[in-house]
Each structure stands twice: as structure tokens, then as C-alpha cells.
């Protein structure tokens, strides 16, 4: 065996050996962690969560609502594979006062909106009278709510001002009334 030949076998043993660990590496980062756990939510959860987020970010004339684009599947993929289990419970405890105490989907859309309003008003406001639970929960809701509906095309494109390439940057841009935020 030549010189050559050997530098051949030696790199194509530890290039093997590199792929097959990288390789590992990416199928086991591609799977689930233990803790995630898929089911969690019903598909009456769902639409809940849906009709909660498009009550939070409703359909305009420029721009569609949260249930438009997706919003309580995006909310309950983020729940399953990111939040924890004390996260997954707290927002169980905000789906079960909409639907246990208010019986949330056969409610007028009137007074699904006044319900949302009302639990808003009260966790957002300087009364503390709710359960830690159901006030983190509804927090959780929301901001996936606005985090997906933002993150999404239709809204960063509809809702906010967006540009492709936005161009040169500009420090101080005087804003008209009713202007877009930027996405």
C-alpha cells in the first residue's frame, strides 16, 4: 500500500465516522422530547382557542382575523411540543372556565366577545380576585395568539407594513395617523 492510498483509507474512515455521529446528531435533535406530549388538546380545544384568538385579533377589512390563519392549531402545536406541563395545565384551567363556567361555544358571538373582554379586563386589570392558574393561562393563550398571527404571512403582510427588502435605513420616520406598525 502506497502513501497515497493510505491517506485515502484514513480520511474516508474518519469522514464515515464524523458523517454517522453528525448524522445521529440530527436524527435525534428531529425527534420529540420525552416531555412533549401530542393529544393533549381536543379538537374542541382547538376551536376554542381559535375562537378566542380571532375574538382577540378579529377580521378587519385590510387584513384577516387569528381563526384565519390557523391560530388554534399554531396555539396548540407551540402548547404540545414547547410549553411545560404546568404551562399545558394553567391553559387546560383558562379552556375550562370558558367552557365549564361560561359554556363558551354556545354562546351569541356577542357574548363570547363580551366573556373574552370581561376575563381580559380582569387579568390585565389591578383587581386580583382570579386563580393564578386561569390568569397565566389566559396570558399564555394570548400571547401565542399575537405571536402566531404576527409570525404569520397573511399577518405580517396584511396587518403590519412590510417590505421585502425594506432599502436604506432611516433613524427618525414621522408617523401619520393610522399608519401600520412595521413588521
Known amino acids: 500500500m502506497n502513501r497515497r492510498e493510505a491517506m ?14 453528525t448524522f445521529a446528531v440530527f436524527q435525534q435533535g428531529c425527534t420529540r422530547s420525552k416531555n412533549a406530549i401530542a393529544g393533549v388538546f381536543s379538537d374542541e380545544d382547538t376551536k376554542i382557542m381559535a375562537e378566542i384568538g380571532d375574538i382577540i385579533i378579529p377580521e378587519t377589512p385590510d387584513s384577516p382575523g387569528a381563526k384565519s390563519v390557523g391560530i ?4 396548540v402545536k407551540m402548547l404540545e411540543d414547547c410549553y411545560s406541563q404546568e404551562d399545558r395545565e394553567k391553559v387546560s384551567t ?8 361560561k359554556d363558551f361555544s ?43 398571527y404576527f409570525s404569520s404571512e397573511a399577518g405580517a403582510t396584511q396587518a403590519l407594513r412590510y417590505e421585502l427588502v425594506p432599502g436604506r435605513y432611516d433613524g427618525c420616520v414621522d408617523l401619520k395617523p393610522g399608519d401600520k406598525a412595521w413588521a
Open 72 to 75: 388554534g392549531a399554531f396555539m
Open 94 to 101: 383558562a379552556l375550562n372556565y370558558f367552557e365549564g363556567e
Open 8 to 21: 485515502k483509507r484514513t480520511a474516508l474512515m474518519f469522514g464515515s465516522a464524523l458523517s454517522v455521529s
Open 106 to 148: 354556545s354562546l351569541s358571538a356577542d357574548k363570547q366577545v363580551a366573556a373574552v373582554s370581561d376575563l381580559d379586563s380582569q387579568v390585565y386589570g389591578k383587581s386580583n380576585e382570579l386563580d393564578e392558574g386561569l390568569m397565566r393561562g389566559y396570558k399564555i393563550m394570548k400571547e401565542l395568539t399575537l405571536f402566531g
